[in-house]
């Protein structure tokens, strides 16, 4: 064996500087997947809250024209049915953003072990 070579320790050193390199930037990567699961967590948060808010202004609102005595029925109906509008609207853009949101979903850290 030729003499000035490297010896089984010195590469075995080398490969634990490599283990723990990855390591490190394993754990990187799983802080940013926690990020970004917040994130999503936040979003869903922050659409239910708009969904919540724009149906209690509707619903304040049906009821101040149910009240209204000056409207005319026709009024009333045609209010109504802007009503309908809206609240299809807004449940048609809940449901795209859910979706959406849903669909950035992130491995499981069982799967991220798994790379």
Do not use: C, W
């Amino acid at each position: 064996m030729p003499m000035g070579g490297p010896s089984e320790r010195e590469y075995s050193e080398k490969l634990n500087r490599i283990t723990e390199g990855i390591n490190k930037r394993a754990k990187s990567i799983r802080r940013d997947f926690e990020k970004l699961e917040k994130m999503k967590v936040n979003a869903l948060k922050k659409t239910e809250d708009i969904r919540s808010s724009a149906d209690r202004d509707i619903d304040k609102i049906e009821k101040e024209i149910i009240k209204s005595e000056d409207l005319a029925p026709e009024s009333k109906q045609r209010l109504y049915s802007e009503i309908l509008l809206l609240k299809d609207r807004l449940r048609e853009q809940y449901s795209l953003l859910r979706t959406r949101i849903s669909e950035t979903m992130i491995p499981t850290m069982t799967e991220q072990a798994n790379y």
